[in-house]
């Protein structure tokens, strides 16, 4: 299939090196030429604009850092002059990018106004999961558009969930980001509360993963450095799901929450402990650097 893929950060990259990997004929654009010309050495082409990468593609693939860049590359300024309005030939419009649920069905709307199909696939697991081709895609949108999506995004996922209409993705994301913004900075509290008692960090995480403790961050992405070989903690955090990333996810449970008039205060308190983080010079590092701002004074 011929796919455009438009975004190459951390995520984006990966997913389309696996789209490669699977045999798709895949056209690239991001405004990074370093990222381009990876993606070009491993066998895409790519476009000199997000307009000419989507020419002649069958899907078209968007993994974006906001709804702001989201917006710019789909509707353009004040609704005129984006992608949107370049895609004649009716390609199907999957963006995997986090962002608020308003923002998914704007765009959806707009796409549906002008005889495209367009789904929301926001995904979890990380940059070794995009490498490692294992996400898990949520997909909101109508049914008929996952079906065609299905094998496309099994070229970058092993967990291909429907999570309903336009929008429903995102939710979905949202929601497991705000618990998983709440697991990791419970994980790195409780992991210095034991060093600072005289627990080996390893031998805490050990007993914590084998008990009640247990969770995604203990398991597979440890905040401690040096406990988990591979990790961004072990690489100084960097790579990696950002910290300003974690805090933007957080801010959209914080806004779909007060929509909602639904009560979440550890999610609220997840927010501002990050925030606070990224304040004091960590948002490009890894979000579990956060580990970091339990052990302040070391």
Known sequence: MK?????LGNMGAPMAANLLQAGHDVCVFDLVEAAMADLEGQGARRGESAEAACRDA???????????????????????GGLLDALDHKPLIIDASTISPDDARAEGE?????????????????????????????VGGEAVGFDQAKPVLEGMGKNIFHAGEIGAGQVAKICNNMLLGILMSGTAEALALGVKNGLDP??????????????????????????M?????????????????????LGLAWELALKAKATVPM????????????????????????????????
């Open 3 to 7: 796919i455009a893929f438009i975004g």
């Open 58 to 80: 069958e899907t078209v693939i968007s993994m974006l850092p906001a709804g702001a860049h989201v917006r710019s590359l789909y509707l353009g300024r004040d609704g005129e």
């Open 110 to 138: 707009a796409a549906a106004e002008r005889g495209l199909t367009y789904l929301d696939a926001p995904v979890s697991g990380g940059v070794g999961g995009a490498k490692a081709g294992t996400l898990t895609f949520i």
């Open 202 to 227: 390893a031998v805490l995480s050990e007993i914590m993963k084998q008990s009640s403790g247990g969770n995604w961050a203990l398991n597979v992405y440890n905040p401690w450095p040096g406990v």
């Open 229 to 249: 070989e591979g990790s961004a903690a072990s690489r100084d955090y960097q790579g990696g799901f950002l910290t300003d990333l974690m805090a933007k996810d």
């Open 267 to 298: 999610g609220s308190q997840a927010r501002n402990l990050f925030a606070l983080h990224s304040a004091q010079g960590s948002g490009q590092l890894d979000f579990s650097s956060i580990q970091t701002l339990y052990r302040a004074g070391e």
